[in-house]
């Protein structure tokens, strides 16, 4: 995360930068099933479970869970991988070795029929 992605004090991001990651998920996902972007209808459920700041590394990642005949059910996961340490210095980091799970999400998409280029 950037120093462009702090929004509250002690650069802290917010955490629709964690939504923003998840919906470039799903839009890949979507192309490589469908081979269309498809549209984000809504999230049932967003849980954020630690803080992101300025200088972490986030890793994302997202999974079909449920696909029906235009709706595709996903769910997706943001882990912090290195943390910066800004108490040592301005660009100090620590590579963690548990990754810690920031966001979990489970949203829903929809490919309209005559939008789904790919046979399954």
Same mark, same amino acid.
């Given at each position: 995360?950037?120093?462009k992605?702090?929004h #509250?004090?002690?650069a802290? @991001?917010?955490?629709?930068?964690?939504?923003? /990651?998840f919906?470039?998920? &799903?839009?890949?996902?979507?192309?490589? #099933?469908d081979? %269309?972007?498809? /549209?984000?209808?809504?999230?049932?459920? @967003?849980?954020?479970? $630690?803080? @992101?700041?300025?200088? %972490? #590394? +986030?890793?994302a990642? &997202?999974?079909?869970i =449920?696909i029906?005949? =235009?709706s595709?059910?996903? $769910?997706?996961?943001?882990?912090?991988?290195?943390?910066c340490?800004?108490?040592l210095?301005?660009?100090? &980091? %620590?590579?963690?070795?548990?990754? +810690? +799970?920031?966001?979990? $999400?489970v *949203?829903?998409?929809?490919?309209?029929? *005559?939008?789904?280029? +790919?046979?399954?």
């Amino acid at each position: 995360m950037s120093a462009k992605d702090a929004h #509250y004090g002690g650069a802290l @991001v917010d955490g629709a930068q964690m939504l923003h /990651l998840f919906g470039d998920l &799903a839009t890949e996902l979507l192309i490589r #099933y469908d081979g %269309d972007e498809g /549209l984000f209808v809504g999230y049932e459920e @967003v849980t954020f479970l $630690a803080p @992101v700041y300025a200088g %972490d #590394y +986030i890793e994302a990642e &997202a999974e079909m869970i =449920t696909i029906g005949n =235009t709706s595709r059910k996903m $769910a997706f996961a943001a882990r912090k991988v290195i943390t910066c340490r800004r108490d040592l210095s301005e660009s100090a &980091a %620590d590579l963690l070795e548990s990754p +810690i +799970i920031v966001c979990r $999400a489970v *949203g829903t998409c929809v490919t309209p029929k *005559g939008n789904q280029r +790919i046979q399954h």
